[in-house]
DNA sequence: CGCCTCCCATCGGTATACAATACGCAACGA
DNA sequence: TCGTTGCGTATTGTATACCGATGGGAGGCG
């Protein structure tokens, strides 16, 4: 008897240039591999105890996701978000989110809208809290969510895509008290239009909700790298 | 010396895969590899006259935009555009082509305008003669240098990516007469709130445009594929 | 003393060989 | 006759070997 198939789900062959890629997503995304890194092939296969073969495949996706660049005949290295990159990521991620917003409104069952106000309470705990990281995680799946209603496949895909280059950057930026506290402000106020089923002031409201954070990303930015 | 050099781009080193994912993706946006072919690695890769590593990462770099589905163990295959995937793309399109505009109100410069002009005009020439083919390369031409005026890397890429997925479609999308005067005159319209500077209304008549296109892409798929 | 050139080590790109998996067919049994 | 089961073949996934390009350093030349 096959190990995968004691889990939940039924079937799932999941070749091992995807779990490697996995792998190093989260690497990437926590900072444990830092932007700018070379990322030899030959080490790498090492350390996963697999051939070049799969972990090639793996930069492959990585690449065709963002995450890394590959230059000919120069290996891979993980990329490093500048200024005006963060700028253009957060604009197609605000008309991305606007789009879901709008589409949510009209998509979304009581049962997604009750989940998403679930998570939004939580988040609001871990606000009072002041706990930050877990803050940022909820933050980050209630976005997801909020996509998700909009039962857009290509959509949802080219968001978390996005999501991910970004969160490689914000994850580090710790923006002020003030801030954290409009942010959730901002966050009641996203909740009740989608309550009320109101797509375009949803849509404004991710968007201006985009919008601010980008400045803190951005103001971070200038002051750490230049 | 080396024979790419001689042409007038400087530096390019090209892997083979690169080329190869090109070749493939002619094939199949023409239509010459109909969708839901099987894509057998040992035959493609003797019809290249390659190996079938770079073979493999070709199709891995399709999978990723979209152009293929790979599915384990039973290799690749071309993706089949459902009329549900096809209303997703066209609303991600939209929202995009949308910004776009909005953007390009901002930063185009005078010469990217006189630019769009002129395709303009070399298109209007192919409608008034009637010559479909040559309208659409040139229409998706000027699609494009509205989304690059935005100067957005992101945003030109993830455009580029579901552009060709849709051309897939709609290349075979015959629409009528009068849905090509119609969209003939949208383009001028298009054309006009370019030339004012007139973001919103730019972003409006895009989104429109397209919505209108994905109306005549509907009904063929209706007609055509059930 | 500085710059340019050439050489070599290193690493990515490609080709080939081996292992694992899925699909089709045929034989067996009910 | 139909369903099931086992095997064989074809095809994909993985590992390894080879080739070519790149970049840095040593040595020579100006």
Redesign the interface.
């Known amino acids: 008897m096959n190990v995968r198939t004691t889990e939940t789900e039924a079937i799932s062959?999941?070749?091992l240039h995807g779990e490697v890629a996995e792998r190093l997503r989260r690497l990437i995304i926590h900072g444990e591999i830092p932007p700018g890194e070379r990322l030899n092939e030959r080490l790498l296969a090492e350390r996963f105890s697999i051939s070049r073969?799969p972990l090639?495949?793996a930069l492959?996706?990585l690449s065709?996701?963002?995450l890394v660049e590959i230059l000919?005949?120069r290996g891979a290295v993980v990329s490093r978000v500048t200024l005006d990159?963060a700028e253009?990521?957060f604009?197609?991620l605000?008309?991305?989110e606007?789009?879901a917003g709008d589409?949510a409104c009209q998509k979304a069952t009581e049962a997604d809208i009750a989940e998403i106000e679930a998570l939004h309470a939580d988040m609001r705990r871990h606000y009072e809290r002041g706990e930050l990281d877990e803050y940022f995680a909820l933050n980050q799946r209630i976005h997801q969510a909020i996509v998700n209603c909009a039962q857009?496949?290509?959509?949802t895909a080219?968001h978390s895509r996005?999501a991910q280059r970004i969160r490689c950057v914000r994850y580090v930026a710790n923006f002020s008290p003030a801030r954290w506290t409009r942010a959730m402000a901002e966050h009641e106020e996203i909740l009740e239009a989608l309550r009320q089923r109101d797509g375009v002031r949803l849509q404004n409201l991710l968007k201006t909700h985009l919008g601010r954070k980008f400045e803190s990303v951005r103001e971070w930015l200038l002051a750490n790298q230049g």
Do not use: C, F, M
Request: proline share 10%.
């Open positions: 062959p999941r070749p073969t090639r495949d492959k996706l065709a996701e963002g000919p005949y990159e253009g990521l604009q197609v605000s008309a991305l606007g789009l589409l857009n496949a290509e959509l080219i996005l």
